[in-house]
C-alpha cells in the first residue's frame, strides 16, 4: 500500500495580516493567544525536522509541506485529491506537538487494528498526528457521496505513551524547554556543553561579565553584552543581542531579538518587538518603549524566503503536477528526505 | 498613626506636548512638596512609550529618599508587564486600580513613628 506522509504548519493567518496591515493592533491585547510560529526553533532545534527523521526512518523518500489555520486540519480536497494520485495511505502530522514517537509503531498498530483512520493520542488527548487509508482519504472529499464511508469520529485511537508536548501556546513550549534542557526528553539544545547544562551555539559571543545560571541554551552567533545574566531555564536563540546587565531567566528569546539595556525577562516569551507574559498571559508591544526589537539585518531575507515560500510549488514540476495545489488556498511544498 | 489623605494624580498619557509638560511638572512637584502619599494613575494609558517609562522612572526617583510615598496604578496587565520588564515595579508597589491602591496600608513616616514610640512610652504600664 502506498504512503504518503504530510506535515501541517499551523499559522495564525489573521494575526499575521494584522501585524502587516496594524501593527499597533497588538499593542494592547491582553490574549493569551500566541503570536509566534511553531516553527521558531526550540533550542536550535527545528520540531519539522524532527517530524521529517521520523518519517525518514519509515522509509519514505519525501512528504508535503503546507500550512493550514490554526485548528483546521490540511485542506480537504487536497488530501481527497492524494487519495486520486494514487496514495492509498497518507500519515498527516499537524505541527502541534512534539512527539517522540516511533511511526513504524505507529502504522503497525493502524494496520493491526484496520481502521480507516487512526489518531495518534496521549492522556491530553489528539496529538496532531494520523494515518488515513485510500477509503477514509476518498471520503473526506467526498463525505456526501459516501455516507457511510467511515468518518473522524469512531476508530480505536493509538495511545501513544511516551514523551510528548504540545507547542502550540508560549507556556507548553517553555515547559519543552524545561524538559530539553533537564533531560527530561530525548531533544538536546545544538549546541556545545561548556559546562554542566550550559550549551552555547556556534559563533556566539558572549561578554567576560555574562553570567550564565544553567540549565541554559545560548543559541548560534547570539550577542550578550556585559553584566547580562542568562538562566536559569532560559533559551536564548540564534541572532539576538541581550543588552548590558538585562536578565533572562526562565524565558525564551526567539531568533533575531534585541533587548534592551537593564531589563528583567523573567517567565516570558519575547519575539523580537512582541513579549508574552507566561503567567497573565499578556502580549505587550516593547517596541514604543524601545525595549526590545527585531534585528533587522535578517529581515529582508527572511521576507524573500517567505516569498519564496509562497510562489516555489508554481515553479516545481511535482508541485505543478500534484492538483491540489491549484484548488488548495496553502501553498504545497514538496520536500525530499 | 494618623491618616494621611491620598493624592490621587492622573498621568500624562496621550497628552499633547504642552499638556504633557505641564501634566509632568505638576505631577513632579506634587511629588517633591506632597506630604501625603502619591498615586501615580495610568490605567487609562492604552500602553508606555519610552518617555511614559522615563517619567515613571523620574517619579520612583523623586520618591526615593523622601517622606513621599508614591504608588503606581497600571489598569492593564500590559502595563504591569512593562513595569515588571524595566525592573520599576521593584522600586514602586504597582496596582491594578485606584481602589486597590488606597487599601495599601499607610506605612507611618518618620515622624509619626517618632509620636508612636512617644505614645507608647507614655501608655500606663509600658516598660
Redesign the interface.
Known amino acids: 500500500m502506498e504512503l504518503g506522509a504530510v506535515v501541517v504548519v499551523p499559522v495564525r493567518e489573521d494575526l499575521m495580516s494584522i501585524h502587516e496591515a496594524q501593527p499597533q493592533a497588538l499593542q494592547a491585547s491582553e490574549n493569551s493567544r500566541p503570536f509566534y510560529s511553531s516553527r521558531m526553533p526550540i533550542l536550535g532545534n527545528d520540531i519539522v525536522r524532527s517530524w521529517m527523521e521520523r518519517v525518514r526512518k519509515l522509509g519514505l523518500q519525501s512528504l508535503w509541506l503546507t500550512s493550514s489555520p490554526r485548528d483546521e486540519s490540511v485542506d480537504r480536497s487536497a488530501l481527497a485529491e492524494f487519495a486520486r494520485q494514487g496514495v492509498e495511505r497518507l500519515l498527516v502530522i499537524q505541527l502541534k506537538s512534539y512527539a517522540e514517537m516511533d511511526l513504524a509503531d505507529l502504522l503497525r498498530f493502524h494496520c493491526e487494528s484496520r481502521n480507516p483512520v487512526t489518531e495518534a493520542e496521549d492522556a491530553r488527548g489528539q496529538l496532531g498526528v494520523c494515518l488515513r487509508d485510500y477509503l477514509a482519504l476518498q471520503a473526506t472529499g467526498e463525505k456526501s457521496a459516501f455516507p457511510s464511508a467511515p468518518t473522524d469520529s469512531g476508530p480505536t485511537p493509538y495511545q501513544f505513551r511516551g514523551y510528548a508536548k504540545r507547542i502550540l501556546t508560549a507556556k507548553e513550549r517553555q515547559e519543552l524547554v524545561r524538559d530539553a534542557l533537564t533531560g527530561a526528553c530525548a531533544m538536546r539544545p545544538l549546541g556545545t556543553e561548556i559546562r554542566e547544562r550550559v550549551w552555547v551555539g556556534e559563533g556566539a559571543n558572549l561578554a567576560d561579565s555574562v553570567r550564565v545560571i544553567g540549565p541554559s541554551y545560548i543559541g548560534a552567533r547570539t550577542i550578550v553584552h556585559a553584566g547580562a545574566t542568562i538562566g536559569p531555564f532560559a533559551s536564548v536563540e540564534h541572532d539576538c543581542v541581550v543588552d548590558c546587565g538585562t536578565t533572562v531567566e526562565r524565558s525564551t528569546v526567539l531568533p533575531e531579538t534585541y533587548l534592551a539595556p537593564g531589563l528583567l525577562i523573567r517567565h516570558q516569551l519575547v519575539d523580537g518587538g512582541y513579549l508574552e507574559d507566561l503567567s497573565w498571559g499578556a502580549v505587550a508591544d516593547l517596541r514604543p518603549a524601545g525595549l526590545g526589537s527585531r534585528i533587522q539585518r535578517r529581515e529582508a531575507r527572511r521576507q524573500a524566503f517567505r516569498e519564496a515560500d509562497v510562489h516555489a510549488p508554481a515553479g516545481r514540476a511535482s508541485a505543478r503536477d500534484f492538483a491540489p495545489s491549484s484548488t488548495a488556498s496553502q501553498p504545497w511544498l514538496r520536500v525530499q528526505l | 498613626m494618623k491618616a494621611t489623605p491620598w493624592t490621587i494624580l492622573p498621568f500624562p498619557c496621550g497628552a499633547s506636548f504642552a499638556d504633557r509638560r505641564g501634566l509632568r511638572k505638576d505631577l513632579l512637584v506634587a511629588l517633591r512638596d506632597s506630604g501625603s502619599p502619591v498615586i501615580v494613575d495610568f490605567s487609562s494609558c ?5 518617555e ?2 522615563d517619567l515613571l522612572l523620574e517619579c520612583a526617583a523623586q520618591a526615593a529618599g523622601r517622606e513621599t510615598k508614591v504608588l503606581f496604578v497600571a489598569g ?3 502595563n ?3 513595569l ?4 520599576i515595579s ?1 522600586l514602586v508597589p504597582v496596582f491594578n486600580s485606584v481602589k486597590e491602591a488606597l487599601a495599601y496600608p499607610q506605612i507611618p513616616t518618620e515622624n509619626e513613628v517618632e509620636d508612636l514610640r512617644v505614645s507608647q512610652f507614655q501608655k500606663p504600664g509600658s516598660a
Open positions: 492604552g500602553t508606555l512609550n519610552h511614559d517609562i492593564t496587565r500590559v504591569r508587564v512593562l515588571e520588564v524595566t525592573r521593584s
